[in-house]
């Protein structure tokens, strides 16, 4: 089994990944139509984003999903068939 891990920089990686590409976070918010609050929120690590939300990401970045997936997770292995 393999389980995606939030890397310890997750929302630090997502502010500087906005800020590459010249947003605000009300820029990126309404790029996202979503509220810029949980955009915030999510940059300093208090939320847990959803698949759809990262996928809007890469949607609204102009970056490869399974990129930022690496970018933005590490992959935990754990064999449980041992």
Known sequence: ?????????????????REEKGLSIQDLANKLNMNDDYLSKTEKNLTEPSKF???RLAWACEVD??????????????????
Request: no cysteine; aromatic share 18%.
């Open 1 to 17: 089994m393999n389980i995606l891990k939030r890397k310890e920089n997750f929302g630090t990686r997502i502010q500087q990944l």
């Open 53 to 55: 939300f990262i996928h």
């Open 65 to 82: 999903y399974e990129d930022l997936l690496d970018y933005l997770y590490y992959v935990e292995f754990t064999d449980i068939l041992k």
